[in-house]
């Protein structure tokens, strides 16, 4: 089974990516906040935990998110592939899915960065904002933490994955077709 990663910023285009090299290469596309909330909305043991940890309004330690891409390895295994989204976000995160993915015989094949300039990840947060009727995205304050948090925690563990692994980064502007072309040349 191939691992293909897709990392940058909030609002880069990740998720709208994925869901088009889903397509594409036929791999299984994991959002890890989609199945963090999916452990937790079918109370398994995982979810159980996640739940408890921010009800007291704690970041659900590696640990945990390590058991939970374990299990995530394990149930796509027989798969030609799948596409992580969302993770990892930290340098520990990286070393965990090296770890994770040595252990199981399996291998990353890239890492996908989509880089876009800060002022339009703004403006794409606000079009968002006023489309998709999310909660977690009315705040412009809200906008501008997620973009903070990626700078002092995920563009470091980015650079850090250069060290480990390939990684590929794109231009991030342009139409969603433009920025698909732009990765598909180097995955197929």
Do not use: W
Not at 21 to 42: A, M, P, V, W, Y
Not at 83 to 102: A, F, H, N, S
Not at 146 to 164: G, L
């Amino acid at each position: 089974m191939e691992i293909l990663i897709i990392t940058g910023p909030p609002y880069s285009g990740k998720g709208t990516q994925c869901n088009v090299l889903k397509e594409l290469l036929g791999f299984e596309h994991i959002s890890t906040g989609d199945r963090c909330r999916e452990e937790k909305q079918n109370g398994t043991a995982l979810g159980k935990i996640m739940s408890e940890y921010e009800e007291k309004g704690d970041l659900v330690p590696d640990t945990i998110i390590k058991d939970l891409f374990s299990k995530i390895l394990d149930e796509n295994k027989s798969r030609a592939g799948i596409i992580l989204d969302g993770y990892p976000r930290t340098k520990p995160q990286v070393d965990d899915l090296l770890e994770l993915v040595k252990s199981k015989n399996m291998e990353i094949g890239k890492v996908i960065n989509i880089d876009v300039p800060k002022s339009e990840l703004l403006i794409r947060a606000k079009k968002r904002a006023e489309t998709s009727n999310r909660k977690d995205d009315e705040s412009p304050q809200t906008h501008l933490k997620r973009i903070e948090i990626f700078e002092e925690m995920t563009r470091p563990a980015i650079e850090y994955m250069k060290s480990k692994m390939k990684v590929l980064t794109f231009d991030g502007l342009g139409t969603i077709e433009e920025i698909t072309e732009r990765i598909k040349d180097c995955l197929v």
